[in-house]
């Protein structure tokens, strides 16, 4: 027997085998039949060779796969570096107890996290009613009458909120006045969002609300940043009469306290939900709301989870009125989201279901407290407060500030930075006792006065903010919200819900576009050490030197993988990513004098986020025609990139093509683009068939977005969060997005901030580090070759039973094929959607319907899936298609099918009465598999044109129970 030596034995690549899906011998096989004798083979067939990466991917130190433990371990010694204070700088984010129950069971379950975004309701019926739950709450507390399923952040929530009011109201004014005490970084992200659109913002003093000259809108902070708590109802009614329309960004803790704004005239409320559970993380995720007047809600951005019903007539949850969105509306689309935060809205809506409306405001009352005895001890030292209303919020004068905030980081806390002059601080759900008397120690230092008495002043403080904003009104009343505050009740509440959906725990989730692959346990470990979720995203510098070095290194990945000179990770979403990279593209047209230039081209088969992005920054989208095999039409192009020449801005080009091909002309596409002056954004979706093999930076990219969530093992969430970084040529560099108002700047050219936070969803950026830091250059390569050959894989087999629309070269696809259903659809009246719902019946989600061509299913296996997954849904496939057949030869009946009835839930096929066309047992046992191991549809069908006709968009009514 030949001797291992110990350098094999210790596998520093295992993580490799573990994140791919398909052995080595399964791989032979797949290649086989293809034809092809190895993946480098497939990959030199199907990939121009003008565009491939020469030599190994420059990932330096990272070069070499480490094993999981490893990577752990170094990623500990990083994280490490951050120091762990109690951060009552408050500013929007707040320290809170994720309840334990939650943490396990959704923020650590990987039902709830690698779920994918709801589209497909029937299987997805626990997280459409959690993020239900979380519309209602968002609803009851800010007093409006419907809120969205998620913003991005509280910032642009409030950028939202702005071109909402501009598209329904009635001002002619450009104007949009933001109050002196909003949030710093809100009032930034409103700021970069206003100027493309020609929007002039103004600050003003609250005070002077009722007397502001003509304006559009006006956005107003409750409380206010230093903590004061102002009864604006007049003034209010005052502008609102002038024709201005009103948006509150608002404190959902506060209100359960404060008379909400609903009550007292706003027409849009926003902010954040983080301080229902969800950790500070640097900044993000988190989930943002906005809640506005029932009439406005066909002009809401963002999604929406309404009420309908199956093919039953029983109840069920869906995603309502689409037709606003970006992947219908394209740049007519109320907005360019697509991934929210639906995680995080879905851990913040369990907060509020699991301590209920009186837990709720018990936490605020014991905050409110607090910050009340803190208030009059501080006085008792001698101290004078700036703000004498308050919730959480005191902002302190003192001629010692600096020294104020040495003593405090000195005793383990961080203070907010006012001025020279004043101290802020706010508190939380985890102030103790122990906190106050702290923080009288440290404001003693160097005061007069004696130490307060903590029982004394307890006895006799009373709330602290105007008598006529104590709210009166009842929230939270639904059933729900009631229910589950035991934590058996509540875990089993979580069981029960995560048990209706599908998502990676179960089957493959073969979604065209949207890379569904591994998440691995190890990559998400580190989102919840305290070292990385415990991190106020404005702590000073140097408790955050952790932090900054897995960013600075995750940004050299990402150029290394792109090709690109510099990386922003502040995009929270590929949309924010395109939004931002043409921001950038138009600060550098501006730059050289060349700021007339708005035209952005566009191929029809475009995402729908590239023109919704496209028109958020005042462009005009060019659509250009795509060729009979799914390419973009390079002369098409070339004629209206001549016709706008003096215009042209850029082109907004997937690549490999969202058709799932390698189009040759890529190159060319961009020279043409180039030699009329024009950049060329490249929509990096895709990027999981590119790493490693090309890189969009080198073969003619001057932006690209990435999506962290679909190529770098970043979980979907159930529809968010996500991460869409920027990569930028050398030239755009200087452009890439700041966050002024933290200190956060790249180059003073930069073109503002595009987030809340200056890193945007930084706690979830550990899980990509760790999985390029796993698999190492070799590995991200072969991930990405085995992702093309897994494609290829599938679409040779189903070839022969559905046909393949696009292909490139030797009949290849890129990491995803298009399966067209319209002939047999003609033929048969069953559709892409029949297909869809048949696979439930399976035990499968559906591949992506109807994108980016109508009636055709769009498939991608990734690298992750094993050889035996595959078979199993190509078996599938293919027995769906055997019961098409059957239709077609009138076997089964047109219309009365198991294709037409599907899904099929229990209740159907147990009933007493059976009426169908069909058996039950095909019905629910189409394959012998399924005897084993089945998955039960809660609902069936679910009625879409009902559910957008008889909205609804809360939880059930009371007398639903009765
Ligand atoms: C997913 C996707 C986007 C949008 O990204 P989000 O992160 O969902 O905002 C844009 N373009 C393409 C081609 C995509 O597949």
Redesign the pocket.
């Known amino acids: 027997m030949t001797r291992t030596s110990l350098s094999q034995l210790e596998a520093r690549d295992a993580f490799q085998a573990r994140h791919i899906g398909p052995d080595a011998a399964d791989q032979q096989a797949m290649l086989s039949v293809l034809g092809y004798a190895s993946r480098a083979a497939l990959i030199d067939a199907l990939v121009p060779a003008n565009i491939r990466n020469k030599g190994a991917l420059p990932l330096g130190q990272y070069s070499a796969p480490m094993p999981e433990q490893e990577a752990l371990g170094k990623l500990k010694a990083i994280a490490s570096k951050n120091k762990v204070l109690k951060s009552l700088i408050g500013q929007g984010y707040y320290n809170t107890h994720t309840p334990g129950v939650i943490l396990r069971n959704i923020f650590e379950n990987p039902a709830w996290y690698t779920a994918y ?1 709801p589209y497909q309701p029937e299987i997805s019926q626990g997280r459409l009613e959690a993020i239900l739950n979380f519309q209602q709450v968002i609803t009851d507390l800010t007093g409006m009458g419907i809120a969205n399923a998620s913003m991005l952040d509280e910032g642009t929530a409030a950028a939202e909120a702005m071109t909402l009011i501009q598209r329904v109201g009635k001002s002619k004014s450009q104007v949009f006045f933001v109050a002196d005490d909003v949030l710093p970084q809100t009032r930034e992200v409103v700021e970069t969002r206003a100027k493309p659109l020609g929007i002039e913002v103004r600050g003003f003093a609250p005070a002077e609300l009722a007397g502001l000259p003509d304006c559009f809108g006006v956005l107003l902070q409750y409380p206010g940043v230093n903590g004061t708590v102002r009864d604006y109802k007049q003034d209010v009614a005052a502008v609102k009469a002038r024709g201005a329309m009103v948006v509150v960004a608002a404190d959902l803790l506060a209100l359960t306290m404060l008379t909400p704004p609903g009550e007292w005239g706003a027409d849009v409320v926003v902010g954040n939900s983080q301080r229902f559970g969800v950790p500070l993380g640097f900044g993000g995720p988190h989930a943002g709301y906005l809640s506005t007047r029932d009439e406005f809600k066909r002009s809401m951005s963002g999604r929406l989870v309404g009420v309908t019903i199956d093919s039953q007539g029983n109840k069920a949850y869906r995603l309502a009125l689409q037709t606003r969105e970006q992947h219908i509306r394209r740049e007519k689309a109320t907005s ?4 929210a935060q639906v995680l995080l809205a879905v851990i913040a809506s369990m907060y509020a279901v699991y301590h209920g409306p009186a837990g709720l405001r018990q936490i605020a009352q014991r905050v409110h407290r607090y910050t009340g005895v803190l208030a009059a001890g501080l006085k008792a030292l001698g101290y004078t407060l700036a703000n004498d209303s308050y919730f959480d919020t005191l902002t302190v004068q003192t001629a010692r500030a600096e020294q104020l905030h040495a003593v405090a980081v000195a005793n383990g806390v961080n203070l907010r930075k006012v001025d020279a002059n004043h101290v802020g601080l706010s508190l939380d759900e985890t102030t103790t006792r122990d906190d106050i008397e702290l923080l009288w120690t440290i404001f003693a230092d160097g005061a007069n006065g004696a130490k307060p008495a903590f029982d004394a002043i307890e006895a006799s403080v009373a709330d602290a903010f105007p008598a006529a904003l104590n709210r009166s009104s009842s929230y939270l009343d639904h059933p729900v919200f009631n229910r589950y505050h035991s934590e058996h009740e509540m875990l089993r509440y979580l069981r029960a819900l995560a048990d209706k959906d599908l998502a990676l725990d179960r089957t493959m989730i073969p979604l065209g ?2 890379t569904m692959k591994l998440n691995a346990t190890s990559e998400m470990v580190p989102v919840t050490w305290p070292e990385f979720s415990n991190i106020h995203p404005f702590a000073p510098d140097a408790q955050t030197v952790g932090y900054r070095e897995m960013i600075a290194q995750l940004e050299e990945m990402l150029c290394a993988l792109t090709g690109y000179a510099a990386v922003s990770l502040q995009p929270n ?6 939004y931002a990279g043409l921001l950038v593209i138009k600060a550098y047209h501006e730059s050289r004098g060349e700021g007339h230039r708005n035209i952005c081209l566009i191929p029809s088969s ?5 023109p919704a992005s496209a028109n958020m920054v005042g462009m005009q989208v060019v659509v250009t025609a795509c060729d009979a095999s799914g390419n973009v039409d390079l002369a098409d192009l070339k004629a209206k990139a001549e016709l706008h020449s003096k215009n042209l801005a850029c082109v907004m080009v ?1 690549y490999p093509s ?1 058709h799932g091909v390698f189009e040759e002309g890529i190159q060319e596409l961009c020279q043409i683009i180039h030699s009329h002056g024009g950049q060329v954004y490249i ?1 990096g ?2 990027m999981n068939a590119l790493v490693g093999v090309a890189a969009p930076g080198s073969f003619g990219g001057d932006v690209s ?1 990435l ?1 962290l ?2 190529t770098f093992c970043i979980p979907h969430g159930g529809g ?1 969060p ?1 991460v ?1 970084p920027i990569g930028v040529g050398a030239h755009l560099a200087k452009f890439l997005p700041n966050q002024r108002s933290s200190g956060y700047q790249r180059d003073e050219a930069g073109i503002g901030a595009v987030s809340a936070a200056a890193f945007g969803s930084a706690s979830i950026l550990p899980i990509s580090w760790m999985y390029i830091a796993m698999m190492g250059a070799e590995g991200l390569t072969a991930a990405t070759e085995t992702a093309i050959l897994a494609a290829n894989y599938i679409a040779r087999r189903l070839a022969p039973h559905y046909p393949v629309l696009y292909s490139g070269h030797d009949g290849l696809v890129a990491h995803e094929c298009i399966l067209d259903l319209r002939p047999l659809q003609d033929a048969t009246g069953i559709s892409n959607e029949d297909v869809a719902k048949r696979l439930m019946d399976f035990g499968f989600h559906a591949p992506t319907m109807s994108f980016p061509v109508p009636g055709t299913l769009m498939i991608e296996p990734t690298e992750s899936e094993s050889k035996a997954e595959m078979d199993r849904f190509i078996d599938a496939m293919i027995a769906i298609r055997m019961e098409i057949a059957k239709v077609e030869s009138g076997e089964f009946d047109r219309t009365d099918n198991p294709l037409k009835g599907a899904p099929h839930t229990a209740e159907m096929l147990t009933a007493d009465t059976w009426e169908h066309k069909y058996s039950r047992e095909v019905a629910a046992y189409p394959v012998p598999s399924l005897r084993k191991q089945k998955y039960w549809p809660p609902v069936g069908r679910a009625d879409n044109v009902y559910g957008d006709r008889n909205l609804f968009c809360g939880c059930a009514p009371m007398s639903d129970y009765e």
């Open positions: 975004t360019n989201i697509c991934t576009s949207c979403a590929g949309s924010q990513g395109e475009a995402h729908g986020t590239n997937t969202t929509d979706a895709n977005h999506n969530h679909k968010g996500g869409g």
